[in-house]
């Protein structure tokens, strides 16, 4: 066990809807990371938070966005879907200063 | 961010060491060398990281040799539930996951 939950555990959606994903971690973490995991593929980076604010993105459009909030959960938020945003969503958090960075167990979204 | 390149796959039998091998040549200066193991629809499973010389927890160790541009991961008598896929990461913050080691442990 992580401490980190993530909901809902599956969702499917229809292209060119939106999705808001979410993710609660531990106390005290205040660096949460969003990953896009396609079949197959290990994680992609999509953007990390610290203290609430935006502190670093991969390569992902402006259609994906987040929130984090004082409470330790954080958002994930997906625009305008598309068929390859299909895939396992992570989110992981990390301690302060801390190396290890802690996963949930993801969110299975599929677009039709 | 460094680039990793490690084995597609790897076969081994229960009970024997697994050693994965993990080339990451731009290494930058203040990156360190971080493993991560991923079970089938889990969030992948911090196991270790280090910066150089050697390692060890208590599920593996990690051999840096001094120039930094490779790794490796040692996993000692190994058993089925260790089957998974092992990513090596040459960064800290904002994670850099390649295509991984998918580990097969024979009975």
């Known amino acids: 066990e992580t401490g980190v939950t993530q909901s809902p555990t599956h969702l499917i959606k229809t292209r060119g809807q939106q999705v808001t994903l979410r993710c609660s971690s531990q106390s005290g973490h205040n660096t949460v990371s969003w990953y896009q995991q396609a079949l197959g593929q290990g994680p992609q980076f999509i953007f990390q938070y610290y203290r609430e604010e935006e502190n670093g993105r991969g390569n992902f459009p402006p259609r994906f966005s987040g929130l984090q909030f004082p409470n330790y959960s954080s958002e994930l938020n997906v625009n305008a879907l598309e068929l390859d945003d299909s895939a396992l969503y992570l989110c992981?958090?990390?301690?302060?200063?801390?190396?290890?960075?802690?996963f949930g167990p993801g969110t299975r979204l599929t677009v039709t | 961010l460094a680039k990793t390149t490690q084995p597609i796959s790897m076969d081994s039998y229960e009970g024997q060491e697994v050693n994965i091998t993990c080339s990451h040549n731009?290494?930058?200066?203040?990156?360190?060398i971080t493993w991560y193991q991923q079970f089938p629809s889990q969030g992948p499973r911090f196991i270790i990281q280090?910066?150089?010389t050697k390692v060890t927890n208590e599920v593996a160790s990690l051999f840096i040799p001094a120039d930094r541009k490779s790794s490796t991961l040692s996993l000692p008598r190994v058993s089925l539930s260790d089957t998974a896929v092992y990513y090596c990461l040459a960064s800290r913050r904002q994670l850099t996951f390649g295509s991984g080691t998918q580990l097969t442990v024979l009975p």
């Open positions: 992981a958090s990390t301690l302060a200063g801390g190396p290890e960075q802690y």
């Open positions: 731009n290494i930058a200066t203040n990156d360190y």
């Open positions: 280090g910066y150089k």
